[in-house]
């Protein structure tokens, strides 16, 4: 269920919501201070964010301020209620990120129109049409973010494989409902075992990135897997179930078993803090989801500051480091991972 978070003292607002909109697609959650309006954004990233900036001891301004720093909040509009209606007031408001300012005393009617055109605009722009998460440049954002931090940091790259064997013999919607239930695993592991400020994006296709902190790792990519093993079987016809196989054409036309879809997950790792820029993490990143596919568990770790290869038995992943051939990559993060996107739609 969508949520919208009201930051007020009085509940006025949150009741016109709830009385208006209803309760079946939408969750209006009220907040009393700016401290806990900031975590609630983190954790359940709703859809629109109100504010009333008559609330006794708020520091609005500070409050946009934050929400429009951090990535995962970046992207969500912001509506201000306020009595003040100096020209100043509003483009300092503007300025910080807001996306309507409404002044008191207002109209219900005007701020009902308010709210539904920007949950209206965050689903036409922000977001992923079908997973309804983030990507794009607030995906290399997010990790821009994590590299600037003085915390160790994790990329996690979630991938299927024989995906589009999987598309041409079930259809497109049968497509679409394994990418929802990749973007919802992500989605839901992330929220029980992360970190209140871990990012789950969308690249494109069957792709999907997941920014958070080493001590999570492996319980990410353990509990990822092993709902994705449970819960896709649903996908099959018994008969491809059983054999374990899908009956398909291959690129040349001819007839050709593929394997059930499985699912990657390369993992890039930097707990010593070593600098590195977008375009090295691009071609980390990469190069961990191509070593996933072709290990017998599905898991490939990079450890930024390693040099060599060892098998990880306690993470049951492989782990190396290929820095040593970075120093003339130019391409871009996302140049260099949609070409890996594409290439399996061809």
């Known amino acids: 269920m969508s949520s919208i978070l009201v930051v007020?003292?009085?509940?006025?607002?949150?009741?016109?919501?709830?009385?208006?909109?209803?309760?079946?697609?939408?969750?209006?959650?009220?907040?009393?201070?700016?401290?806990?309006?900031?975590?609630f954004a983190l954790r359940e990233i709703p859809h629109l964010i109100l504010i009333d900036f008559m609330l006794p001891?708020?520091?609005?301004?500070?409050?946009?301020?934050?929400?429009?720093?951090?990535?995962?909040?970046?992207?969500?509009?912001?509506?201000?209620?306020?009595?003040?209606?100096?020209?100043?007031?509003?483009?300092?408001?503007?300025?910080?990120?807001?996306?309507?300012?409404?002044?008191?005393?207002?109209?219900?009617?005007?701020?009902?129109?308010?709210?539904?055109?920007?949950?209206?605009?965050v689903q036409q722009t922000s977001l992923s049409p079908l997973t309804q998460l983030p990507g794009g440049l607030q995906l290399e954002r997010a990790i821009r973010y994590k590299l600037s931090s003085l915390e160790p940091w994790s990329i996690l790259y979630v991938d299927l494989d024989n995906f589009k064997a999987f598309n041409d013999v079930y259809?497109?919607?049968?497509?679409?409902?394994?990418?929802?239930?990749?973007?919802?695993?992500?989605?839901?592991?992330?929220y029980e075992y992360g970190n209140a400020d871990d990012f789950v994006g969308h690249i494109g296709g069957d792709d999907f990135l997941i920014v958070t902190t080493p001590d999570r790792v492996t319980m990410l990519y353990r509990h990822i897997l092993e709902r994705y093993k449970h819960e896709s079987v649903v996908f099959y016809r018994p008969e491809d179930l059983a054999r374990g196989s899908i009956n398909g054409v291959d690129r040349k036309g001819k007839p050709y078993q593929f394997p059930l879809v499985s699912l990657s997950i390369g993992i890039v790792s930097d707990q010593m803090r070593y600098p590195h820029s977008i375009e090295e993490i691009g071609t980390l990143t990469a190069e961990a989801k191509r070593h996933a596919k072709l290990s017998s568990n599905n898991v490939f770790h990079i450890s930024s500051h390693?040099?060599?290869?060892?098998?990880?038995?306690?993470h049951d992943t492989c782990s190396f480091s290929p820095l040593g051939k970075l120093g003339q990559i130019g391409h871009g993060l996302f140049p260099l991972i949609e070409k890996d996107v594409l290439a399996e739609f061809k």
């Not at 919501?17 to 009393?32: A, F, I, P, R, S």
Request: glycine residues 8%; hydrophobic residues 40%.
């Open 8 to 39: 007020e003292g009085e509940g006025t607002i949150t009741g016109l919501l709830k009385e208006t909109l209803g309760v079946k697609e939408y969750q209006t959650v009220m907040v009393l201070n700016g401290e806990d309006a900031v975590q």
């Open 306 to 314: 390693r040099q060599r290869a060892v098998h990880d038995s306690a």
């Open 57 to 121: 001891g708020l520091n609005g301004y500070e409050l946009i301020r934050r929400l429009r720093d951090h990535p995962k909040s970046m992207h969500i509009p912001i509506i201000v209620v306020s009595s003040c209606s100096s020209p100043a007031d509003k483009v300092r408001a503007f300025e910080l990120g807001v996306d309507s300012y409404i002044t008191f005393p207002f109209d219900s009617i005007e701020l009902l129109a308010h709210v539904r055109r920007q949950l209206r605009r």
């Open 171 to 190: 259809g497109f919607h049968a497509g679409n409902n394994m990418i929802l239930l990749v973007s919802r695993l992500c989605q839901s592991v992330v």
